[in-house]
T-cell receptor, first 112, second 116 residues
Framework: SQQGEEDPQALSIQEGENATMNCSYK?????LQWYRQNSGRGLVHLIL???NEREKHSGRLRVTLDTSKKSSSLLITASRAADTASYFC???WGAGSYQLTFGKGTKLSVIP | ETGVTQSPTHLIKTRGQQVTLRCSSQ?????VSWYQQALGQGPQFIFQ???????GRGNFPPRFSGLQFPNYSSELNVNALELDDSALYLC???????????????FGPGTRLTVL
């Protein structure tokens, strides 16, 4: 079963605008990761935030984590057409393995 | 490019047949995981191998099996294919051993399996 749930399921914005995606999860985690997937191809790792971190930045990406609410958000600033993709959050909660539990994803469309 | 390759890219099989999917990880990546992604869903964990031993399994039946080889390649085998097995199959490799906190996984482009 899916651990995380992304919100919204789909998002359409104009180029240059900011995009915010949210993720909620159910159990305690070691870390939370965000991935991007273009057109049903492989996943690209974007950013990892540990359970003891609250905010992390990488280029135009900003991720927050609220473990008390079991939620995370991904902000993409100054979006570009090339950011059009599906975005997934994945949680690592199992000890001793790399089992990642993914949500259903947010499909982002950036209109030029 | 993640350095992880998968073959074949696409595959069509009929119900009841058997299939073998292959993955080649980056050199030094001793951990490989396999995921199944149905259309419109997120990837679901099938199993993980570390140094050629299974190290964790998701909620998949025994007809899903795997192998990992010393040359950083691995296989996913599925017997008695069912229509619901139609999906994108992704492998992912990791440099760090299981249990490490920073466990970035490098995904391959996937194999799209269609079962008719």
């Amino acid at each position: 079963s899916q651990q995380g749930e992304e919100d919204p399921q789909a998002l359409s914005i104009q180029e240059g605008e900011n995009a915010t995606m949210n993720c909620s999860y159910k159990t305690s985690i070691n870390n939370l990761q965000w991935y991007r997937q273009n057109s049903g191809r492989g996943l690209v790792h974007l950013i990892l935030i540990r359970s003891n971190e609250r905010e992390k930045h990488s280029g135009r990406l900003r991720v927050t984590l609220d473990t008390s609410k079991k939620s995370s958000s991904l902000l993409i600033t100054a979006s570009r057409a090339a950011d059009t993709a599906s975005y997934f959050c994945a949680t690592d909660w199992g000890a001793g393995s790399y089992q990642l539990t993914f949500g259903k994803g947010t499909k982002l469309s950036v209109i030029p | 490019e993640t350095g992880v390759t998968q073959s074949p890219t696409h595959l069509i099989k009929t119900r009841g047949q058997q299939v073998t999917l292959r993955c080649s990880s980056q050199s030094g990546h001793n951990t490989v995981s396999w995921y199944q992604q149905a259309l419109g869903q997120g990837p679901q964990f099938i199993f993980q191998y570390y140094r050629e031993e299974e190290n964790g399994r998701g909620n998949f039946p025994p007809r899903f099996s795997g192998l990992q080889f010393p040359n950083y390649s691995s296989e996913l085998n599925v017997n008695a294919l069912e229509l619901d097995d139609s999906a994108l199959y992704l492998c992912a490799s990791s440099l760090l051993p299981p249990g490490s906190l920073h466990n970035e996984q490098f995904f391959g482009p996937g194999t799209r399996l269609t079962v008719l």
